[in-house]
């Protein structure tokens, strides 16, 4: 049975260093969605021009982005911050606690049977430290691989949600892009029609101008110096 005891009691520290190495990857994916989510707010925020319905749907989506990513910082960071594990006293208090043993049965017994007291008294003590600190380092493993689990699925679904928020940032750009080339289009007829207009009004001008019939001169008044005869 000791031996049994004193595998698990290793195996829980196995465990240990696995879960640690576990959370050094969701960290990094939390990295690079982070990032990617920033760009793609601050990009949301230069294209911006007026509150529609895409607006909206965007709010939520980050929001609930960023909600989920502090979720899986808070249970990663839950997850490597683990509590103290229980470990066996160091061997030279080990060492003392068994010579104690074989002293105390040296003062009732004879060496033989005092040794084979002391010893099996010493394992039997093994056994319930092994027994006792296995217990203690399984629970502590099982909470930090829970809270690794929940930062997990916390990412998991994040993840979607950012490239959804992509998928509206393309399409409020697609959707202001139309509104641009829409103005452009609409001011450059406008234009036209304007430079039509004056074209034509010119044009009626002139045959204004040249249609009348030339007015007739006038008749000119012009006063004569008589002389008298002398």
């Known amino acids: 049975m000791l031996d049994f005891y004193e595998k698990g009691y290793y195996y829980e520290f196995e465990r240990k260093g696995a879960i640690s190495e576990g959370v050094s990857l969701p960290v990094s994916i939390v990295v690079a969605v982070s ?4 760009y793609i707010i ?26 989920l990513i502090f979720l899986c910082v808070f249970f990663l960071i839950r997850a490597f911050w683990s509590a103290e594990y229980a470990h066996l006293d160091d061997y030279d208090a080990l060492k003392k606690y068994e010579s104690d043993l ?14 084979k007291l002391s010893k099996q008294d010493f394992l ?15 629970n502590i493993n099982l909470k930090r691989s829970f809270f690794l689990h929940r930062g997990k699925v916390f990412l998991f679904c994040c993840i979607p949600i950012v ?3 992509a998928a509206v940032l393309l399409a409020r750009g697609f959707e202001r892009n139309l509104a641009i080339h829409a103005a452009e289009v609409l ?15 010119e ?15 006038p008749i000119k008044f012009i006063k004569e110096d008589r002389k008298r005869p002398d």
């Not at 230069?46 to 609930?64: M, W």
């Not at 450059?188 to 004056?198: G, W």
């Open 35 to 38: 990032g990617a989510l920033y």
């Open 163 to 165: 490239f959804c928020c």
């Open 203 to 217: 044009k009626d001008s002139g045959n204004e101008n040249t249609s009348e019939k030339p007015s007739e001169p």
């Open 187 to 201: 001011s450059h007829r406008n234009t036209e029609i304007a430079m039509s207009d004056d074209d034509e009004k």
């Open 102 to 115: 074989l002293s105390y049965y040296l003062k009732k017994q004879n060496e033989v049977d005092a040794r």
């Open 42 to 67: 601050s990009q949301y925020i230069i294209e911006y021009d007026e509150f529609n319905f895409l607006d909206f749907i965007f709010i939520l989506l980050s929001t609930a982005s960023i909600v």
């Open 124 to 138: 039997e003590y093994l056994e319930r430290l092994y027994s006792k600190t296995s217990t203690i380092n399984y």
